[in-house]
């Protein structure tokens, strides 16, 4: 089984959810590969990178996506029928990053680049009105100081959903989470 882990806005493969991922799996289910891209920090770029990995793997890969990673990794799913978990998923980034246009730096690659309208058209462009029922599973702090965990709730609704209270958007219980959440997606549909 392979899994992609999509990290989030200015964040990197080297982000403590994906390390606790990618050292759990190592420990607990070493048969499973886990791919974790650096992604470009302009979402057009960042999409087709994720899916150029997506369609080089078997068909039953799946995708975790946290913060902004969720949102690449609900348009991936929508768009090629995959399971995915979204920790504290952004689902208006086009929004949500409109105070952050400008100059950017990446303190875990040391990128800096530019944050341009653009990038905010490409993230509308990816935005999925209609959500298929039973390939989310969603894992949200009441605490997300980032994201607001309702939006994700409300948007998502009717999917499997683990709110955890007083948790943040870093989401510290995720080591707990892992043994579910790679029970449940190696169950076939």
């Given at each position: 089984?392979h899994?992609?882990?999509?990290?989030?806005?200015?964040?990197?493969?080297?982000?403590?959810?994906?390390?606790?991922?990618?050292?759990?799996?190592?420990?607990h289910?070493?048969?499973?590969?886990?791919?974790?891209?650096?992604?470009?920090?302009?979402?057009?770029?960042?999409?087709?990178?994720?899916?150029?990995?997506?369609?080089?793997?078997?068909?039953?890969?799946?995708?975790?996506?946290?913060?902004?990673?969720?949102?690449?990794?609900?348009?991936?799913?929508?768009?090629?029928?995959?399971?995915?978990a979204?920790?504290?998923?952004?689902?208006?980034?086009?929004?949500?990053?409109?105070?952050?246009?400008?100059?950017?730096?990446?303190?875990?690659?040391?990128?800096?680049?530019?944050?341009?309208?653009?990038?905010?058209?490409?993230?509308?462009?990816?935005?999925?009105?209609?959500?298929?029922?039973?390939?989310?599973?969603?894992?949200?702090?009441?605490?997300?100081?980032?994201?607001?965990?309702?939006?994700?709730?409300?948007?998502?609704?009717?999917?499997?959903?683990?709110?955890?209270?007083?948790?943040?958007?870093?989401?510290?219980?995720?080591?707990?989470?892992?043994?579910?959440?790679?029970?449940?997606?190696?169950?076939?549909?």
């Amino acid at each position: 089984m392979h899994i992609i882990y999509l990290h989030g806005f200015n964040s990197s493969p080297q982000s403590l959810k994906a390390q606790e991922t990618a050292r759990w799996l190592q420990q607990h289910a070493p048969d499973i590969t886990l791919h974790c891209p650096q992604l470009s920090p302009h979402p057009a770029q960042a999409i087709a990178q994720a899916e150029t990995l997506l369609l080089s793997l078997p068909a039953d890969t799946a995708l975790i996506g946290s913060s902004l990673g969720g949102y690449y990794a609900t348009a991936l799913a929508e768009k090629h029928g995959r399971k995915a978990a979204l920790i504290n998923p952004a689902v208006q980034p086009y929004q949500d990053l409109l105070h952050y246009l400008g100059p950017q730096h990446n303190p875990y690659t040391g990128e800096d680049y530019l944050l341009g309208d653009e990038d905010m058209q490409a993230l509308l462009a990816m935005r999925q009105a209609v959500i298929w029922q039973g390939k989310y599973w969603l894992w949200l702090g009441t605490a997300d100081e980032v994201l607001d965990w309702r939006l994700a709730a409300r948007h998502y609704a009717g999917q499997r959903q683990s709110v955890f209270n007083g948790d943040d958007h870093r989401l510290a219980r995720w080591p707990a989470c892992l043994p579910a959440l790679f029970n449940w997606l190696s169950q076939a549909d």
